[in-house]
């Protein structure tokens, strides 16, 4: 069974593993944090897309309002000219003219028609997008100040647990804590194990005849002979 130097180890170890858990869920928290904002980014940019597609079906309905006065203007000029030229063959030129400008009006006036749509869907697309925005990241920065308020709350927690670990240190030979801070400074916690059925518990490896009687005497420590681990014999 435990001697009273492995019981205080087994505390500190204990204190130490729950310290450790609270200082990961700290190190999430940032993480957690990013992926959110990334997440708000990514909204935002789609959003920004949107609005961008709307803006550019709007500038290209002023592109084709612009052409359509042109050839419209144009048009009227042609007329103007055709009242007052006197050759059959000038005359029949400029009706041809006007045919084709009239030809061409009518395709720009379909094109705006075309985009006049796509401009009414854009803006109820960029509508709908806006409040599935609004809502995605109203959701999101929610989540954002529970993750702050964890995260204060961990703070207190962990501050709590550090000052837990201080105090089941102050009673362990400074020897034996140097041994355990070795240790645990390693991957592969716990590093204070039992023996059982003559096997560390840690490496789950069979100890050595000597390991097994040194850990029954009175209140030493023992580490396996094959992980290095501190292993104690248990009844």
Same mark, same amino acid.
């Given at each position: 069974?435990?001697?009273?130097? =492995?019981? @205080?180890?087994? =505390?500190?170890?204990?204190?130490?593993?729950?310290?450790?858990?609270?200082?990961?869920?700290?190190?999430?928290?940032?993480?957690?944090?990013?992926?959110?904002?990334?997440? +708000?980014?990514?909204?935002? !940019?789609?959003? *920004?897309?949107?609005? &961008?597609?709307?803006?550019?079906?709007?500038?290209?309905? @002023?592109?084709?309002?612009?052409?359509?006065?042109?050839?419209? *203007?144009?048009?009227?000029?042609?007329?103007?000219?055709?009242?007052?030229?006197?050759?059959?063959?000038?005359? $029949?030129?400029?009706?041809?003219?006007?045919? $084709?400008?009239?030809?061409? +009006?009518? /395709?720009?006036?379909?094109? *705006?028609?075309?985009?006049?749509?796509?401009? %009414?869907?854009?803006?109820?697309?960029?509508?709908?997008?806006?409040?599935?925005?609004?809502?995605?990241?109203?959701? $999101?920065?929610?989540?954002?100040?529970?993750? $702050?308020?964890?995260?204060?709350?961990?703070?207190?927690?962990?501050? !709590?647990?550090? *000052?837990?670990?201080?105090?089941?240190?102050?009673? +362990?030979?400074?020897?034996?804590?140097?041994?355990?801070?070795?240790? /645990?400074?390693?991957? &592969?916690?716990?590093?204070?194990?039992? +023996?059982?059925?003559?096997?560390?518990?840690?490496?789950?490896?069979?100890?050595?005849?000597?390991? %097994?009687?040194? !850990?029954? @005497?009175?209140?030493?420590?023992?580490?396996?002979?094959?992980? &290095?681990?501190?292993?104690?014999?248990?009844?």
């Amino acid at each position: 069974m435990p001697t009273p130097t =492995i019981e @205080k180890l087994l =505390i500190l170890q204990d204190r130490d593993q729950k310290r450790m858990a609270q200082e990961g869920l700290l190190r999430a928290i940032p993480r957690d944090v990013a992926a959110i904002e990334k997440k +708000i980014a990514g909204e935002q !940019t789609a959003m *920004e897309a949107a609005r &961008g597609q709307l803006q550019q079906l709007e500038l290209k309905k @002023k592109a084709l309002e612009s052409e359509i006065a042109a050839a419209t *203007e144009q048009m009227a000029r042609y007329r103007s000219q055709q009242i007052q030229v006197k050759k059959n063959d000038e005359f $029949h030129a400029l009706g041809l003219e006007i045919e $084709h400008a009239q030809s061409a +009006i009518g /395709a720009l006036e379909e094109q *705006e028609l075309e985009v006049m749509y796509a401009i %009414d869907e854009a803006r109820r697309k960029c509508a709908a997008a806006g409040e599935e925005q609004k809502r995605n990241v109203g959701g $999101h920065e929610a989540r954002i100040r529970l993750l $702050h308020e964890r995260e204060a709350a961990l703070q207190a927690e962990l501050r !709590t647990a550090q *000052e837990l670990v201080a105090a089941a240190r102050e009673g +362990i030979d400074e020897t034996v804590r140097r041994l355990y801070d070795r240790l /645990a400074g390693k991957p &592969g916690l716990p590093v204070v194990v039992a +023996i059982r059925e003559g096997k560390c518990e840690g490496c789950h490896l069979k100890i050595s005849s000597n390991i %097994d009687s040194e !850990t029954r @005497k009175a209140d030493k420590v023992v580490t396996c002979d094959q992980c &290095g681990r501190i292993v104690y014999w248990e009844a």
